[in-house]
T-cell receptor
Framework: NAGVTQTPKFQVLKTGQSMTLQCAQDMNHEYMSWYRQDPGMGLRLIHYSVGAGITDQGEVPNGYNVSRSTTEDFPLRLLSAAPSQTSVYFC??????????????FGPGTRLTVL | GQQVMQIPQYQHVQEGEDFTTYCNSSTTLSNIQWYKQRPGGHPVFLIQLVKSGEVKKQKRLTFQFGEAKKNSSLHITATQTTDVGTYFCADDNYGQNFVFGPGTRLSVLP
């Protein structure tokens, strides 16, 4: 199993450009999520999905779009990049039990710089 | 909205000393999860606590969940250089919108 994979590892964008960060998991997990990590801020939830066709907003969704057409893939789209979106982005997945969430498996991250 | 806080923000210890980080929530926690992130790496799950007052141990690590389910702690006995990293707590909100604390960064001096 590859676990959670993310591409690209690094990306530099100019202000106003758009791009898609890819995330895939091969563990058949229902739950997938996107976080951004900024120094001293911990991990902040951008969007999450509890299954194919279902997405919801997290704490910091503005400027980002997601879709979940398959169980395996959960891409994150930056519509018009801004310098404030410079960050490290992590994708994570977990299976859902009756009592709620279980351990999240994180991808290696994408380091994004917006000039 | 819910706020999850952690103290201290940073901790420097000599190898062999003990270390504790505290996690406090502004609202009742559903379940509490703990993660460790090594420098330059990604968060790795350590443990999940579900029941009020629950205590779990993993070798030198002891995790506690408060009786009121509003706080949790992670204690490391006799730290080693391999314990270096940032420790995060997170509320899984019954598998919906996870909320992470800002983390405690631990450095261990040999």
């Amino acid at each position: 199993n590859a676990g959670v994979t993310q591409t690209p590892k690094f990306q530099v964008l100019k202000t106003g450009q758009s791009m898609t960060l890819q995330c895939a998991q091969d563990m058949n997990h229902e739950y997938m999520s996107w976080y951004r990590q900024d120094p001293g801020m911990g991990l902040r939830l951008i969007h999450y999905s509890v299954g194919a066709g279902i997405t919801d907003q997290g704490e910091v969704p503005n400027g980002y779009n997601v879709s979940r057409s398959t169980t395996e893939d959960f891409p994150l789209r930056l519509l018009s990049a801004a310098p404030s979106q410079t960050s490290v982005y992590f994708c994570a997945s977990s299976y859902l039990g009756l009592a709620g969430g279980h351990e999240q498996f994180f991808g290696p991250g994408t380091r994004l710089t917006v000039l | 909205g819910q706020q999850v806080m952690q103290i201290p923000q940073y901790q420097h210890v000599q190898e062999g000393e003990d270390f504790t980080t505290y996690c406090n929530s502004s609202t009742t926690l559903s379940n509490i999860q703990w993660y460790k992130q090594r420098p330059g790496g990604h968060p790795v799950f350590l443990i999940q606590l579900v029941k009020s007052g629950e205590v779990k141990k993993q070798k030198r690590l002891t995790f506690q969940f408060g009786e009121a389910k509003k706080n949790s702690s992670l204690h490391i006995t006799a730290t080693q250089t391999t314990d270096v990293g940032t420790y995060f707590c997170a509320d899984d909100n019954y598998g919906q919108n996870f909320v992470f604390g800002p983390g405690t960064r631990l450095s261990v001096l040999p």
